[in-house]
C-alpha cells in the first residue's frame, strides 16, 4: 500500500529552485536519456519531456502519484509502479542520467537505493540527487525556535529517516563506488538544499 497520497498533479512549492539545477544537470551532461527514482506524481518528469528532447522513465512507490502521472493513459508508457527492490522488465535499458529529487531522505536502505540507480545507468553515466541541507547551525536554531519537533515528525508517514550532513553524504557515496560533487542551494539565507552529482569510480561501473 502506497504511503504517499498526491491530491493533484502539479509541481510541488521546491521545484522553484530544483528545477534550474536539474535542467542544467541535463544540459551540462548532454543526456540523452533521464530516469527518475521516485517520480511522485510526474510533474517533474513532464517538465523535463516538453523542454528536452530525450528518452524519459519515471518510477515511484506511490500509486496515488503514478495515477496522476498517467493521466488516464496519456503517458502509460513513461511512468511505473516499483521501488528500488523491484525488477521490471519495463524499465528499459540504462541511461545516461538518474535523477532523484528529495527522495534520499527517505530512505531506509541507502545502499540497496544506490545498487539499484547503479544498474539503471550506462557506463559513464550521472546521478544527480538532492536532499534537505543540515547543518549544526540549522540544528541549533530549530531548537532554539522550537521546530525541531515538528522538522523530524516521526508522525509523519514515509517521512524524513535520514538527515544528512555535507560530510556524510560524501561518505555513503564513496564508499557505494561514487565520485560525487556536492554543492548546496536555495531560496533562504541558510541554504534549503544538498546537491549531489556523481559517476562511479573507475572499476566500479
Sequence with gaps: MSIYNYTSSGLAHSYKWHLPM???VILETNAASVFEVGCGNGSL???IMSKFELDYQGMDTSSKGIEYAKENGKFDDKFLLG???CVNENLGGCYDLCISIDVIEHITNLSGYLTFIKQRLKPGGVIFVSTTYHSYLKFLLLAILG?????VDPLWPGGRCKFFSKDQL???FLENGFIPEISTGGLRLIPSSFYVTAKLAPGRE
Excluded: R, Y
Excluded at 147 to 151: E, G, L, P
Design 147 to 151: 521546530k525541531m519537533s515538528s522538522h
Design 170 to 172: 560524501m561518505k555513503l
Design 45 to 47: 518528469g513532464k517538465h
Design 83 to 85: 521501488d528500488v527492490t
Design 22 to 24: 536539474v535542467e542544467n
